[in-house]
């Protein structure tokens, strides 16, 4: 019986610490909501200056400064100023956008870089702050009716032996070429912009039938963005 009230008060104090960090977390931006074009996605990343090539990595839950807008979430410039955009720090994660939300929200094995980045992508898009469990799912391109700009790639599999796992969003849709907005642990937490789908196992994927038969695939789509 004490053994189980001790569960129980750790339990309790764990989702009132929780609930004390969602209540301090007062960022909103409604300004990109429910527009889901290119031209909406560039105004993103120009205002939050998510540049093809720099990084977005920070070690979780400590205050850091932010490059593009000050208190806003969005990518830490400290690999940038500090370490001269070279450096990769073993350790440092990418979930700047309210770590405690991904980290209830993310797969079992952790939360990673490309999935907070998702969620920081997703919550502009449809003010949602948890897109990966709260937007509609579909699990294969052809039941999602093809893909839209916007829409967050998931996918979790094993080939050869390794384990993949990757989020990343739609950047443009040119035909049957798919173009991503993505950042990459394996690629040392470097935002790309524009360019095809990278897991580990593959690499600058664009056709759109060679990623539709990548296993394990989860289409996210915003609510706003259905028809």
Known sequence: MRRFLRMLTLLFAFLLAVSSASASFDFSDDRFRGVFTTENMDAIIEEYELLDGWYWTTRPRVTQTFHGQPDCP??????????GRTAYRQGWLGCRWMCNQVTIESPTYGYGECFGFAQFIGYLLGGDMNPHHHWKDFYSVKEAGGLRVGDIIRVEY?????????????????GDEILFLQISSRNYNRISVGSGFSDGNHHDESSLKVIS???????LRCPLNLD
């Open 74 to 83: 969005g990518w830490t410039d400290t690999a940038v100023n500090k370490y």
């Open 158 to 174: 094993k080939a050869n032996g390794m384990e993949y796992h990757h989020s990343a969003v739609v950047y443009a849709v040119n």
């Open 213 to 219: 038969q990548i296993p394990g695939i989860k289409i």
